[in-house]
């Protein structure tokens, strides 16, 4: 299993799309870039999603944001940053949340 965390600097991770454009950066490839080669590249990298730590699998993100290629970086910021947002917000815990989970398991 090949786990991905890019990590710009000691206190900083690359998060979302930059995360997948440094993907693409390190397999030495340029845009244009299909999703299609990204899974089949590259099927068990893990995309941070957030600050927070949370992630997701590339192709499920890819998935999710339902595109075929990405042109250049900014169509990849333009078509992943939506869907990162997406799933950062849904993975957010709410205080209640979190004292149900601390105390009913």
């Known amino acids: 299993m090949s786990?991905?965390?890019v990590v710009t600097d000691r206190w900083h991770m690359t998060v979302g799309?930059?995360?997948v454009h440094?993907?693409?950066?390190?397999s030495g490839w340029s845009y244009p870039v299909s999703s299609r080669r990204l899974e089949r590249n590259m099927p068990l990298e893990n995309i941070t999603l957030d600050e927070d730590g949370n992630s997701m699998m590339l192709a499920e993100f890819l998935n999710e944001a339902d595109v075929?290629?990405?042109e250049s970086r900014e169509d990849l910021e333009r078509k992943l940053?939506?869907?990162c947002e997406a799933e950062s917000a849904?993975?957010?815990?709410?205080?209640?949340?979190?004292?149900?989970?601390?105390f009913l398991g």
């Open 81 to 83: 940053r939506p869907v």
């Open 17 to 19: 799309p930059d995360a």
């Open 3 to 5: 786990l991905s965390i």
């Open 22 to 26: 440094e993907l693409i950066v390190e």
């Open 68 to 70: 075929e290629r990405f």
């Open 90 to 102: 849904a993975r957010q815990t709410s205080i209640v949340g979190r004292l149900k989970r601390t």
